[in-house]
């Protein structure tokens, strides 16, 4: 979707956009379900990129010490109990540039992917940047989507990453696609960004052939010891008009209300579900950040009459269909 439709969209009252949103959800997801993700680092700290949101980066004095990936057994155990716990879903995540075939660590990852796929969950990894012939091994492994954020627009990305490109980011997100995955792209609000750059955040993430099958929004958790660290927290509204402009312009796509929950009250996250979020993360951590508990995410699904998404093992990839080059990525 376009930049100057999304801003038209933008620009409405709050509740005229919401009606518009709930529309598109509605004609696109009959159920009231909340897909339940569950994220864990296995492999945290010791980044060498610069990102300036994240505590994982080496450059940084934020406190998050840097361990070693993480044994297989120890990842199984974590992945079962976020089965039973309703997860649908199982996002790994690794604090790296990226991955290289022919590594002991890349060969590490895919057997912890070949075990984990066998429990029935979507599994979703977010390993940085990938080459063609590891996203090839990634999908034979078992891995249904890749997730890999633009974070922000082209203009200011910059401003918040000098260690790769956004271009880069693009590039891993084709390499996913050409390799038959879904992919996950969102980005993250409050890294000093206009209005104008999260539309154009979007527009990037619409305009992916074929578009993501998910797409997490995430309010910034400043943390402490990185450079945006002392930053002013995001309003609701704006997390809530960003969820709006998502399902309009992604229809199809999982939104995911992600990072950033423990700030906003039930009833903002009320307004984000009626807006158009179908898909949280969920558990007592996201990442190295806080995250609302287990219980305390169940009993507002049952407080607003929602009911939770069921496992999706055979979901279809949709095929692009043109060789577009321009596609966005995360991680």
């Given at each position: 979707m376009k930049f100057e439709k999304l801003k038209a969209l933008y620009d409405l009252p709050l509740f005229d956009l919401i009606k518009k949103s709930r529309e598109v959800h509605d004609a696109n997801w009959i159920d009231n379900e909340i897909q339940l993700c569950t994220l864990l680092s296995i492999k945290t700290g010791g980044c060498s990129e610069d990102c300036s949101y994240c505590a994982q980066s080496a450059r940084y004095k934020s406190g998050v010490e840097s361990e070693k990936l993480m044994e297989k057994e120890d990842v199984m155990a974590r992945a079962r109990v976020a089965a039973e716990s309703g997860s649908t879903r199982f996002c790994m995540g690794a604090a790296w540039k990226g991955v290289r075939s022919g590594t002991k660590r890349f060969d590490q990852v895919v057997e912890i992917i070949e075990d984990v796929s066998e429990l029935g969950m979507e599994v979703?990894?977010?390993l940085g940047e990938v080459g063609p012939a590891e996203a090839v091994r990634l999908k034979k492994a078992g891995v249904t989507a890749y997730n890999h954020n633009v974070d922000t627009s082209r203009e200011h990305y910059p401003n918040v990453v000098t260690s790769h490109s956004y271009d880069d980011r693009l590039q891993t997100i084709k390499n996913v696609q050409d390799a038959g995955m879904a992919v996950c792209c969102g980005g993250i609000l409050g890294l000093g960004e206009?209005?104008?750059?999260?539309l154009k955040m979007i527009e990037t993430i619409s305009e992916?052939?074929?578009?993501?099958?998910?797409?997490?929004?995430n309010s910034l958790m400043p943390m402490p010891g990185t450079p945006l660290g002392d930053s002013d927290p995001v309003t609701i509204f704006d997390v809530i008009r960003m969820i709006a402009i998502t399902r309009i312009a992604v229809p199809k796509a999982k939104v995911r209300l992600s990072a950033g929950r423990t700030q906003i009250s039930e009833e903002g996250q009320a307004m984000c579900f009626f807006a158009g979020a179908n898909s949280i993360f969920y558990g007592d951590k996201l990442l190295t950040a806080k995250n609302p508990s287990i219980q305390k995410d169940l009993d507002l699904i049952s407080k607003l009459g929602l009911s939770t998404r069921q496992p999706n093992p055979d979901m279809e990839i949709p095929k692009a269909t043109c060789d577009k080059e321009a596609s966005p990525c995360c991680g």
């Open positions: 979703c990894v977010t206009t209005s104008d750059d999260r992916l052939n074929p578009q993501p099958e998910s797409v997490p929004i």
